[in-house]
């Protein structure tokens, strides 16, 4: 697996880095995977940003999982974000572990693995190093940047720092600002991993403790009516219960099969700090209060997403978004679309999504197209 | 695209900022955007009819306007429409008010329930009126407080809302309302369409 590591394709900044902890870092990766071919006029570039577990391979088998990608769904060739027409980047964040710069690289200086002694980075450090990946790129201005969940938190805190880098944005089913249940949530992930006796023994996995962080924010991503429609009462042997505290219901076999799946590709320390920076992030008070004040700059069109049973980032987050882009008067759309499917709705094949996502990123195309006709 | 929204894209002027309450599937908002350089916005609360303008590349937001007016700063748009949406309104004097604290200028249109023919249903039918622009039945009508367009101008005269034009709507044909053909007016127009500020 380190092999293969190795082999994904990598920029390395070498520039010191300041980051929000204060802490200067340099010559560290950005892993990053694109997909589709750059354009001559280098306007068909759209930056995906992954949420909390993702990676850089937004799409096709996953190189080192052997998996597919966490957003086929939504891009590929003839998909919403059509690859056959526009070129797709994707980077790991800046404390991920699928390449990017995180706590499970080795620290130069004692030759030992970062984990804990990995600084602690934020939102704004990890869109940040990825500006320097669009650089490196050659691409000027994107055609549009988009992601749910923790991406969307990125395609916001990016419009803020660069306010003319894309035509369009598009922050899915998330916030401006983490709120106290979501920091909650995470805090119980991160102590499921942290009580974990081999969580500090380096190179010791499973994690148990990932495991069940990831079980219980598997949860979360689903709703009440999902669960209960897809497992109910349903029970894994068909019958009787075994009394006994083995997986006796469905739904406790899917949550233990995804929380064993889980740890097998991610990083415990990786958790912390993701899952850190989410917390960390509130957009409002970096602007002093006033959300609007982070988009009063942008040209960008926006387009917000939410979904109709996200309990974890719901509509009435994602509506704070389109208030503040509104009083500041910004170019935004925003609807609600109805799935049973909770938070994961961004990332299943939900139609009426995928058809508002394909033809709004298809028209920005059109539109800036002709601009340039003109 | 039908006359009242020709008659309405006539009245805003180009290259100007609007705001369409109730936008609907976006046939006007996209009429004044390419035909007039506008720039324009959109509210509605049905998903699928936003779902439509988001596809056409209309900036259209999802909500009501009894509940979401509130975010768009004073003066912001130089147009607000709000079409044949008035008489659907729990408190329709707040949306008014909360269209020309947003709007410099303000176009409302209203079915006029003055309309002869209106008026004949109910006097020989004995019930509620259901016309080819009221289709309605009294119980599933989505209109809760239906005018004439005297009670609008009326309406207007009493909270101090000036009206720089008054035009109605007849079988297609359009005509300016003034004081002296008011009572005629409001007997054969279908529709009344009012520039206010």
């Known amino acids: ?374 | 695209m039908k006359k009242e929204f020709k008659v309405i894209a006539q009245i805003i002027q180009n290259n100007k900022k609007v705001l369409d309450v109730g936008c609907g599937d976006g046939t006007l908002m996209q009429y004044l955007q390419i035909n007039q350089k506008n720039n324009v916005r959109g509210l509605e609360p049905k998903k699928d009819l936003v779902q439509q303008c988001i596809s056409k590349g209309l900036s259209v937001i999802e909500g009501d306007a009894e509940k979401e007016l509130f975010q768009f700063p004073k003066k912001s748009f130089d147009y607000v429409i709000l079409s044949q949406t008035l008489q659907a309104f729990l408190y329709p004097d707040e949306v008014l008010n909360q269209l020309l604290r947003i709007g410099k200028q303000t176009i409302v249109s209203i079915p006029n329930f003055g309309y002869w023919k209106i008026r004949l249903h109910l006097l020989f039918k004995g019930t509620m009126p259901v016309t080819k622009n009221l289709p309605d039945q009294w119980y599933n009508t989505p209109n809760l407080h239906m005018c004439t367009i005297k009670d609008f101008v009326n309406f207007c005269n009493k909270k101090n809302i000036k009206i720089d034009k008054s035009m109605c709507l007849t079988n297609e044909r359009i005509s300016e309302i003034t004081k002296g053909n008011m009572r005629y007016k409001n007997i054969f127009s279908q529709l009344g369409i009012f520039l206010i500020q």
């Open chain 1, 1 to 374: 697996m380190n092999n293969d590591v190795q082999n994904i394709k990598k920029l390395i900044i070498n520039e010191p880095f300041k980051l929000d902890c204060g802490k200067i870092i340099k010559d560290f990766p950005i892993a990053y995977e694109t997909y589709g071919n750059l354009n001559k006029k280098k306007n068909n570039a759209i930056l995906v940003f992954h949420a909390l577990t993702g990676d850089q391979f937004v799409t096709n088998i996953n190189p080192i999982t052997k998996r597919e990608g966490w957003w086929t769904t939504a891009v590929g060739p003839g998909k919403a974000i059509d690859t056959n027409k526009f070129f797709v980047i994707c980077a790991n964040v800046l404390g991920g572990c699928m390449g990017s710069f995180g706590p499970k690289e080795i620290n130069p200086e004692n030759n030992k693995i970062f984990g804990t002694s990995f600084p602690v980075i934020t939102i704004k450090d990890i869109v940040k190093a990825q500006k320097y990946l669009i650089d490196n790129l050659g691409i000027k201005k994107l055609l549009a940047i988009a992601g749910g969940s923790m991406g969307g938190m990125q395609v916001l805190q990016f419009i803020s720092l660069y306010p003319d880098i894309a035509h369009a944005a598009i922050p899915i089913a998330c916030s401006a600002s983490h709120s106290a249940q979501n920091i909650a949530l995470n805090e119980l992930g991160r102590q499921a991993i942290m009580a974990d006796p081999n969580w500090k023994k380096e190179n010791v996995t499973p994690n148990k403790g990932l495991a069940v962080a990831r079980m219980a924010a598997h949860i979360t991503y689903l709703s009440k009516k999902g669960l209960q429609e897809k497992f109910g009462r349903k029970l894994q042997d068909e019958g009787s219960l075994k009394f006994s505290f083995d997986a006796d219901f469905q739904i406790e076999s899917y949550l233990r099969y995804q929380g064993a799946n889980f740890v097998d590709r991610f990083d415990a320390n990786s958790y912390l700090y993701i899952t850190r920076a989410m917390d960390y992030f509130d957009l409002e008070k970096q602007f002093n209060g006033n959300l609007s004040l982070a988009f009063k700059d942008t040209k960008s069109k926006f387009c917000v997403i939410s979904f109709s049973s996200d309990w974890l980032y719901p509509t009435v987050e994602n509506k704070e978004i389109v208030i503040a882009l509104n009083a500041c008067g910004a170019n935004v759309g925003f609807v609600e679309i109805n799935s049973d499917r909770g938070h994961d709705s961004f990332l299943l094949n939900v139609p009426k999504f995928l058809k508002t996502l394909n033809e709004f990123i298809n028209t920005t195309y059109n539109e800036v197209n002709n601009e340039k006709r003109i």
